[in-house]
Every structure is written in structure tokens, then in C-alpha cells.
């Protein structure tokens, strides 16, 4: 079966820190990989995906980027945090494309950012 | 764009009423529409996919319909449980992006 798995589960960090969050899928091969967030009182935003290794695309201009390094690890990165980054950050696994899409979620990662 | 709203935003019901909860969509060029449930503090758990030539899906209490040309889905759950209490959230799919409601948080009382 497939599993999903994010690092760290709660994150503190200050203003204009470097920041570097991981998820990983098991159990599937090329795989859909997305990072949605989620700020308090507001939905999911997504913000970027990836069909392949070294595929991204980006859905929101920001403060963050990401990265595939190998086809079942995704990476969100940010070089000098700002406050708005604040928020609970989820990473999402679906079937290649052409697949039927159904998208599953990793448990999300709390950033708080002082 | 597509939007997608989910009303009401929050729901207050006795043990062992019927739960109805409503997914509006802006555009009904969908690819599928999925349900999920959120508890406090973790992430998405998926309920319910329906493509988007289907009508509607079942899994156990849960039904969900889908009707592209009006642009609706409703989540019906049946006899709810103290258990069932959480957010739940509606996202509408393209070939590759889900775009999400803000949710309905459904609490039911023993």
C-alpha cells in the first residue's frame, strides 16, 4: 500500500530563517507529488507540482520553491522566511497523468514563523 | 478560475440525523470532485472520488452525487456519530489541480 510522509511534523521558525520541508511516498512509482497550504481561516492553496523528477511547476508567485531530487521525494524550500509564510503546509500524491487523479495527503507540516 | 463554495460553513446536529452537506462549483468542465474529511490539526483523509461521468459513489454511510450541469455535488451521511465530527472539504479537479471549498465543520452531539 501507499504512504505518504512528511518532516517535521511542527516548525518554529524566525523571520528571514532558511526553511526546508520533506515529503516522501511510498509503495507507487511516478507519481504526482503537490504542496498545498493551508493559513488559518482559509482554504487550500496550491501551491506547486510536479509530474517528474526536476518538473515544477508553480502556482502562486511567493517566497517559496520547490524541488524533486528523486521521484518520490519532494521539497519545499524558502531562503529567508517572511511572517505570511506562517501556515500548516500539506503534501499531496496522486497517479501519473491520465490516472484517475484521486489525490492523498501526508499528515502536513505546522510552520510557525516569529 | 475555478471557484468552489461550501455551504454552510458549519453544522450542529444531534446524534443520529442524517448529515447533508453542499459543494457548488463555478465551472462544470471537472475532470472529477473529491471529499475529504479533516480532524483538527492533520491532514486531508479521502472519502469520496467521482469522476466526472458519474453520478454519484457510495462508501458505506457516505454517498456523494455529482451534477455537472447545475454545478452542484451533496455528501449525504447517514445515521451521523459522535465520531463524525471534523471538517469536511470539497475539491474540484482539472487533469492535474484540485481546487478546494473552505469546508463545512460538522459537529454531531451524543
Known amino acids: 500500500s501507499q504512504t505518504i510522509h512528511q518532516w517535521p511534523a511542527t516548525l518554529v521558525q524566525p523571520v528571514g530563517s532558511p526553511l526546508s520541508l520533506e515529503c516522501t511516498v511510498e509503495g507507487t512509482s511516478n507519481p504526482n507529488l503537490y504542496w498545498y497550504r493551508q493559513a488559518a481561516g482559509r482554504g487550500l492553496q496550491l501551491l506547486f507540482y510536479?509530474?517528474?523528477?526536476?518538473?515544477i511547476s508553480s502556482e502562486v508567485p511567493q517566497n517559496l520553491s520547490a524541488s524533486r531530487p528523486q521521484d518520490r521525494q519532494f521539497i519545499l524550500s524558502s531562503k529567508k522566511l517572511l511572517l505570511s509564510d506562517s501556515g500548516f503546509y500539506l503534501c499531496?500524491?496522486?497517479?501519473?497523468?491520465?490516472?484517475?487523479?484521486?489525490?492523498?495527503f501526508g499528515p502536513g507540516t505546522r510552520l510557525t514563523v516569529l | 478560475k475555478q471557484e468552489v463554495t461550501q455551504i454552510p460553513a458549519a453544522l450542529s446536529v444531534p446524534e443520529g440525523e442524517n448529515l447533508v452537506l453542499n459543494c457548488s462549483f463555478t465551472?462544470?468542465?471537472?475532470?472529477?470532485l473529491q471529499w475529504f474529511r479533516q480532524d483538527p490539526g492533520k491532514g486531508l483523509t479521502s472519502l469520496l472520488l467521482i469522476q466526472s461521468s458519474q453520478r454519484e459513489q457510495t462508501s458505506g454511510r457516505l454517498n456523494a452525487s455529482l451534477d455537472k450541469s447545475s454545478g452542484r455535488s451533496t455528501l449525504y451521511i447517514a445515521a451521523s456519530q459522535p465520531g463524525d465530527s471534523a471538517t469536511y472539504l470539497c475539491a474540484v479537479g482539472d487533469d492535474y489541480k484540485l481546487s478546494f471549498g473552505a469546508g463545512t465543520t460538522v459537529t454531531v452531539r451524543a
Open positions: 499531496a500524491w496522486s497517479g501519473p497523468s491520465g490516472s484517475n487523479n484521486e489525490q492523498f
Open positions: 465551472d462544470s468542465a471537472i475532470y472529477n
Open positions: 510536479s509530474v517528474g523528477i526536476g518538473q
